[in-house]
Structure formats: structure tokens, C-alpha cells
């Protein structure tokens, strides 16, 4: 079955480190986008690609940085300059065009200790 | 802007109630889509609308797209203990932001049973 995988689940960073998520999918979409969730302010678009090679920032791209080599994957790397990473990360995916909506990962919850 | 206010932003029912939610902006939507997030998972697409006054019904949810197309409301007929979750109204960005989505900030929804 197609879907959308997000790994690991559960990610512990010491601060000062750089951690990179990984985001994958079978479902052929060319769109992949990456939320930050924190409790009670939804979904925040951190960055998004339409194209493989290519990718722009979202409304809070500061300190998170992304590839996109691959047209299945997009991994998401937060990177010491992110002051408060503790936070729920979601990747999406969608065919583009019309707004259809997004197929989401089952997310990864970034702890910093 | 093209910010969704959702509202209630929590409501604790009793199973088997029926519960009713809404998402409003300032501007106008073209498409309007609920998504539903169980407790540490990606959102999940329920209902995707896409016609001002339409109303789609799946299983025991309901929507409806606003006659003005600045809202949209989400009914649940006889909750039940799985019903539990964060439901989130979604929208596309205009053109200028590439038909991205915008998140409403969620309706928590609590089921004693």
C-alpha cells in the first residue's frame, strides 16, 4: 500500500546538535511539505517542495533546513540554530493542482534534553 | 489574512451526543477540508468540499461548505469514545502562496463515555 513514512517516532537531541528526520513516500506526489505542531497552535509550514531540486521556506523556516534529491523524499534537518525544537513534526505529501489535501506521516515527537 | 479561526477550541461531550464545529476566515476559500489527528498521529482527511452550499455527509460526519465561502461547519452525529481527537479545518492559500494549505488552529473533542 502506498503511504507516507516518517522515522523515528521518537527523537531525543541534546542541545547544540543537529538532527535530521527522515520523511518517505510511495505515492508518486510531487509536493512534500514539513509542519511543526506545538499544543494548542496547529500546524506551522516550516518548508515545502513542489519539485525534486527544488524547495522553498514556509512561515517559520528559521533554524531548519531540507533536501530534496529524490522525488519520494525530503528530509528535515534541525539544526542548533533552532532555538526551541522540542516540538511535533509532521511531513505531508500531496499530487498538486488542485487542493485535494495532503496525506500525512504518523510524525516524529523531537525532544531536546 | 488568510488565517482559519475554528471554534469551539475544546468541547467534553458525553458519548452519543451530537457535537458541531466551525472554521470562519475573513477571506474567501475555494476548497474546504477537515482533517481529523488522533492522540500522537498525523492528521487524517474526512471530508474534502469544494462547491459553496455543498453538503457531503461521511458515515456520521457531516460538512457543509458556507453559502459566503468564508466558513465552513463539521457535525458528528452520536459520538462515541473513538471520535476523540483534534479536528482541523484546512484551506488553500491563494495563488500568490501557491494554493498551500492553511491550518485552523483545531477543535479538541473529548468523549466521556
Known amino acids: 500500500d502506498g503511504g507516507i513514512t516518517q522515522s523515528p517516532k521518537y527523537l531525543f537531541r541534546k542541545e547544540g546538535q543537529n538532527v535530521t528526520l527522515s520523511c518517505e513516500q510511495n505515492l508518486n506526489h510531487d509536493a512534500m511539505y514539513w509542519y511543526r505542531q506545538d499544543p494548542g497552535q496547529g500546524l506551522r509550514l516550516i518548508y515545502y517542495?513542489?519539485?525534486?531540486?527544488?524547495?522553498q521556506k514556509g512561515d517559520i523556516a528559521e533554524g531548519y533546513s531540507v533536501s530534496r534529491e529524490k522525488k519520494e523524499s525530503f528530509p528535515l534537518t534541525v539544526t542548533s540554530a533552532q532555538k526551541n525544537p522540542t516540538a511535533f513534526y509532521l511531513c505531508?505529501?500531496?499530487?498538486?493542482?488542485?487542493?485535494?489535501?495532503?496525506?500525512f506521516g504518523s510524525g516524529t515527537r523531537l525532544t531536546v534534553v | 489574512g488568510q488565517q482559519l479561526n475554528q471554534s469551539p477550541q475544546s468541547m467534553f461531550i458525553q458519548e452519543g451526543e451530537d457535537v458541531s464545529m466551525n472554521c470562519t476566515s475573513s477571506s474567501i476559500f475555494n476548497t474546504w477540508l477537515w482533517y481529523k489527528q488522533d492522540p500522537g498521529e498525523g492528521p487524517v482527511l474526512l471530508i474534502a468540499?469544494?462547491?459553496?452550499?455543498e453538503l457531503t455527509s461521511n458515515g456520521r460526519l457531516t460538512a457543509q461548505f458556507g453559502i459566503t465561502r468564508k466558513d465552513s461547519f463539521l457535525n458528528i452525529s452520536a459520538s462515541i469514545p473513538s471520535d476523540v481527537g483534534i479536528y482541523f479545518c484546512a484551506g488553500p492559500r491563494s495563488m500568490e502562496y501557491g494554493n498551500k494549505l492553511v491550518f485552523g488552529a483545531g477543535t479538541i473533542l473529548r468523549v466521556k463515555s
Open positions: 517542495s513542489q519539485i525534486v531540486n527544488d524547495f
Open positions: 505531508a505529501s500531496s499530487k498538486g493542482g488542485r487542493a485535494q489535501g495532503y496525506t
Open positions: 468540499l469544494y462547491k459553496a452550499g
